[in-house]
């Protein structure tokens, strides 16, 4: 089978299994945590997808995901300008487009300038949050009442567990999909090979900015996506959502599971909530311990949880 | 007659206070294959960086077959022909031998990225990362990115940096097959004096970011102030 | 007004002294220490504790040695095992490290807020102009001018502050020439983790102490020192100072837009000039 036919093939399994999890769980706050869990996925997916294509680390993609929240909010408080059928794509393509614009400047700085200025401006958008309380709603948040349909689906679909659960489910299936197919294309390709070596690049001919920006956008639009479904299912954003603190975990799931592959932030984000949910019964210390996690996968597993199969091979391949 | 290959004039660069071109001026004839030497420090890489647009000059001009490109980038001066390899070996780690290649291929729409495979023997790793790969088998590789296409020009810095002697004269020889095969003009920076005198029909000496002499390896040999600056009692 | 002023020349002054312990560990590990507003924290509560049995300045001794230790074996176990790996794995585990610190430390201190009283010398207010304002506070813009100096003395003056000087300039080849570098890594990031850890006791008397005070002024300390230049003690003083009246005077006179501004200025100059993250004379 070709790669992008296995990519299809993973794909559909996969989203056929959403159906089955949602059977099998008990309704209820389980589910409800796995939905939250799934959109909080997309968004280490997204900053998964800067990392492994660009070799950026981001502290800052909770603006994104804020931004796509909002905007989605906004568009469906204001029922007579916009459809929500129209309003929720164009809240992820303009924070896409947007994050394009941003892209063609920032991506000129690299590693740790770049994780800082990731922050600032992450910082700045939660401050704009706050400050802009006409069109925020400022620190009370922005509360939200979706219509009475969207896309066919009555909007107590969106707002009730099983039915977010499966939506977020297939959007985080379908968007890695997405990412896994773009990784093996010829641009695909081009922005590892920047990211390896992005000199070398310019001297086989390649400008290196417009790619670089392309893949920023890109994450960025998928960050936005996820804000949607978290401004769908819970009705409400706040500043909160658009927090460092949110910034960071997404960047931990992401490098937990691990950036080499474009699935590993998705293990990432289940590592996350299920060590969260599971050490929550036997102790308050869980933050620590995933503190903890992170310095020994960072040191010992550069290629996070989902490097750990490869690694394995390569020592088993090494004794043989 | 015919415009130079690569011609500069009056190249100059300092860093901070170190001047390290001081106005240099170069012809490479159509198809020539010109050694640079100098001794450390004489300012070769310098010149390699500003004539592929890496470092900008802080005056002079070059032209490409009587085409300015002082102004370009080194994405644009690829594509108007002009390619170079690096004295530090410069590929993409983590990406398969074979991948890279095509990369640098598809750009010029070039076809030949099989064969320049199989002639540097890099054919059998084009499925591996290349930082699974032996040196030597990388410095082919950085080789191969550059002489892919095939371009009109090609500057080398150091193609044999850190090989043996053997694996030097092997490489060298390679190299002079394939830019004759292809008709591709190269500037080769070498510090093996026997690469140079193998392969060369001119060579161009370098001192303190100028030109000290220039000519064939005879003269070269011969040249009295070469010979006191850089050759030294051993190559007498 | 003048109380403003004074009280934005108050907040630079904390923010210099914590920044300038970033500004060292970076010079020397190139590690942007994320975990930095974390010591700031653990050094408050450490200084809390040591206070409550004898006063104050036990506080602040306390502080600076705990964090100091603390700073040398964070450098020997992480920083000097990680030296050669990407600098961002590194970010990374200092990022790890703000986690499991402030987990500890709500663990052992719990999550209401405390406070602590300034120390009884330093205790009422003057009339300044009409108002009263706090003796502790100028005290506290008295300290960090004291530590400054006594910062900049030790460095240009001192054997090992010439050490610290020449490896955070080349650390190769201050290596070359018989120092041993990895020495003064780790007394550099000690000494940085105990300026954080003083810090913190100095912010305790007028901020109150709680598990996120860190996180809230991680990301001023980082705007200090990116728009002050990382290495560069004087540019360093000269951001946390005009961060100060910023924070103050915007507040009051640009209430709108006086919080974006520090954020944007610190892009900006991120933007203008990448590389300037890039160590230079400390
Ligand atoms: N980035 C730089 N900053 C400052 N000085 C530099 C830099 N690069 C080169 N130089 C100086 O410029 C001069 C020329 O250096 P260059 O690397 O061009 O020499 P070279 O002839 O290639 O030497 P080698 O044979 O060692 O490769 C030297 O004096 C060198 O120290
Ligand atoms: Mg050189």
Redesign the interface.
């Given at each position: 089978m070709s790669g992008a036919g296995r990519i299809a093939a993973g794909a559909l399994a996969t989203a056929a299994a959403g159906p089955a999890i949602a059977a099998l769980v008990p309704p209820g706050v389980l589910l409800s945590l796995l939905a939250q869990a799934c959109i909080y996925a997309i968004l280490a997916l997204s900053v998964g997808v800067l990392a492994r294509q660009n070799g950026m680390v981001s502290f800052g993609h909770a603006a994104m995901f804020g931004a796509g929240a909002y905007l989605a909010g906004i568009g469906l408080g204001a029922p007579g300008l916009l459809p929500a059928e129209a309003a929720l794509p164009l809240a992820v393509l303009a924070v896409a487009a947007v994050c394009f614009g941003l892209g063609l400047i920032v991506v000129r700085v690299h590693g740790i300038a770049f994780a800082m200025l990731t922050l600032a401006l992450g910082q700045a958008c939660f401050e704009a949050a706050n400050k802009a309380r006409g069109v925020t709603g400022g620190a009370d948040g922005l509360t939200v009442a979706l219509p009475r349909e969207i896309f066919g689906l009555p909007a107590a679909t969106f707002q009730w567990a099983e039915g977010m659960f499966l939506i977020a489910w297939l959007a985080m299936v379908a968007l890695a999909a997405l990412a896994a197919l773009l990784a093996r294309s010829r641009f695909g390709l081009l922005t590892e090979a920047i990211r390896e070596n992005e000199e070398r690049a310019r001297f086989l001919g390649y400008g290196t900015v417009l790619p670089r920006a392309a893949v920023f956008a890109l994450s960025g639009g998928i960050a936005a996506a996820g804000g949607v479904l978290y401004v769908l299912y819970n009705g409400f954003v706040s500043p909160e959502t658009v927090h460092w603190s949110v910034s960071g975990s997404a960047l931990i799931m992401a490098l937990l599971g691990g950036t080499r592959t474009v699935w590993g932030p998705l293990a990432g984000a289940a590592v996350y909530f299920l060590l969260r949910e599971q050490l929550v019964e036997v102790t308050e210390r869980w933050l620590g311990l995933l503190g903890i996690l992170l310095v020994l996968v960072m040191v010992f597993l550069p290629d996070g949880l989902s490097g750990l199969p490869r690694r394995l091979r390569r020592q088993r391949g090494a004794e043989a | 007659m015919s415009a130079p290959a690569l011609s500069a004039r009056g190249l100059a660069r300092h860093y901070g206070g170190v001047a390290a071109l001081r106005g240099v001026d170069l012809d490479l004839v159509p198809g020539e294959i010109r050694g640079l030497i100098g001794p450390n420090g004489a300012g070769k890489s310098t010149l390699v960086d500003v004539l592929s647009g890496r470092a900008p000059g802080s005056g002079g001009s070059v032209r490409l077959f009587g085409q300015d490109i002082t102004g370009l980038g080194p994405a644009a001066r690829r594509h108007a022909g002009l390619a170079r390899s690096f004295q530090r070996t410069s590929i993409f780690p983590a990406l398969p031998v074979g991948a890279q290649l095509d990369l640098a291929a598809r750009r010029v729409g070039a076809t030949d990225a099989p064969r320049l495979l199989d002639e540097l023997d890099l054919a059998r790793l084009a499925a591996v990362p290349a930082e699974q790969t032996a040196y030597g088998d990388q410095r082919r590789l950085d080789l191969a990115l550059a002489l892919v296409g095939p371009p009109r020009v090609l500057l080398l810095d150091e193609p044999a940096a850190g090989l043996t002697a053997e694996e030097s004269l092997a490489l060298a020889d390679r190299l002079r097959e394939l830019a004759r095969a292809r008709g591709v003009t190269v500037l080769l920076v070498e510090h093996d004096m026997e690469v140079v005198f193998r392969i060369c029909e001119r060579i161009t000496v370098l001192e303190l970011g100028a030109i000290l002499a220039e000519g064939t390896p005879q003269e070269i040999r011969r040249h009295p102030e070469v010979v006191r600056a850089y050759l030294g009692s051993a190559a007498a | 007004m003048t109380i403003q002023i004074l009280n934005g020349l108050v907040y630079g002054s904390l923010l210099l002294v914590l920044a300038a312990g970033l500004a060292l560990i970076y010079g020397l590990r190139r590690?942007?220490n994320f975990g930095h507003g974390a010591f700031y924290m653990l050094g408050a509560y450490a200084g809390y504790t040591a206070a409550q049995a004898g006063g104050f300045w036990a506080g602040l001794a306390a502080s600076a040695v705990v964090l100091a230790l603390f700073g040398a074996v964070l450098d020997r176990l992480?920083f000097r095992?990680?030296q050669d790996?990407?600098?961002?794995?590194t970010?990374?585990?200092t990022?790890?490290?703000?986690?499991?610190i402030?987990?500890?430390v709500?663990?052992i201190w719990g999550t209401e807020g405390r406070s602590m009283d300034a120390p009884a010398l330093l205790a009422g207010s003057v009339a300044l102009g009409g108002d009263a304002f706090p003796v502790y506070r100028l005290a506290v813009i008295a300290m960090a001018a004291g530590l400054t100096a006594a910062l900049l003395a030790w460095l240009h003056r001192s054997r090992a502050g010439l050490f610290v000087r020449a490896a955070s300039l080349d650390p190769a080849i201050t290596a070359v020439q018989g120092v041993n570098t990895d020495a003064v890594a780790m007394l550099v990031t000690a000494l940085g983790a105990a300026l954080a850890g003083v810090s913190g006791v100095i912010a305790a008397p007028f901020l109150s102490l709680s598990p996120a005070m860190g996180?809230q002024i991680l990301?001023d300390c980082?705007?200090v020192v990116?728009v002050g230049g990382l290495g560069s003690l004087g540019g360093a003083a000269l951001a946390a100072l005009l961060l100060g009246q910023v924070q103050v005077l915007g507040a009051v006179l640009l209430p709108?837009?006086a919080?974006?501004i520090p954020?944007?200025t610190?892009?900006a100059v991120?933007?203008w000039r990448?590389?300037g993250?890039a160590g230079k004379r400390l």
């Open positions: - | - | 590690v942007v992480v095992a990680l790996r990407d600098p961002l794995v970010v990374i585990v990022f790890g490290l703000l986690l499991v402030e987990d500890a709500q663990w996180g990301v980082f705007v990116v709108d837009i919080a974006l954020f944007l610190m892009a991120l933007l990448p590389t993250l």
